[in-house]
């Protein structure tokens, strides 16, 4: 759980997050609170239910899919591991030459922070050089600038931005 250490890991995943009845306990009572997550599971939900002291009887859930018509989910499997970065060829084919059409815009989780750069880097040597100039894979994670991923983030946003894909964990 974030704010708590995972096993064999001395230092937690955003530690702040372990704080966070510090923060409700100095709220009035009445004020409503809302947690949202991504990638909550149910065991999860009961720890931090539990940690933060929320009764039951006024505490709503709601677990609703990420499915949507303009997403889609992948699972690839990998040969080797995720040092083998030939598995991300199926993201831009080789050879690429105009007029096909560019890579559609995404978002590629990876598990460790350290892999995002090295990930995006790849990516990009796959694409033609003069294409490199109006499509980029860039990477951002929690650990880079504020400043950094808002820049990323934000050009990703753009319809015409130069970002089209991003590297994130």
């Known amino acids: 759980m974030a704010g708590e250490p995972k096993a064999g890991?001395?230092?937690?995943?955003?530690?702040a997050y372990g704080n966070l009845a510090e923060v409700?306990?100095?709220?009035?009572?009445g004020v409503p609170v809302a947690l949202f997550s991504a990638t909550l599971s149910q065991l999860i939900l009961q720890r931090i239910i539990k940690s933060l002291n929320l009764s039951k009887d006024i505490t709503d859930t709601f677990m609703l899919t990420t499915n949507r018509p303009n997403i889609s989910h992948a699972v690839i499997p990998m040969v080797d591991?995720?040092?083998?970065?030939?598995?991300?060829?199926?993201l831009v084919s080789v050879p690429f030459h105009l007029p096909m059409s560019y890579p559609p815009k995404s978002i590629i989780f990876i598990d460790h922070k350290l892999s995002t750069a090295?990930?995006?880097?790849?990516?990009?040597?796959?694409?033609p050089e003069a294409v490199r100039r109006v499509f980029k894979f860039r990477h951002l994670h929690s650990s880079?600038?504020?400043e950094h991923?808002?820049?990323v983030f934000d050009e990703f946003r753009k319809p015409d931005g130069l970002v089209q894909g991003v590297v994130a964990t």
């Open 24 to 29: 409700l306990v100095q709220l009035p009572l």
């Open 9 to 15: 890991e001395k230092l937690a995943f955003r530690a």
């Open 118 to 127: 090295a990930v995006a880097r790849y990516l990009n040597t796959r694409l």
């Open 144 to 146: 880079m600038s504020t």
């Open 149 to 151: 991923n808002e820049m």
């Open 81 to 90: 591991s995720i040092k083998n970065l030939s598995n991300l060829d199926f």
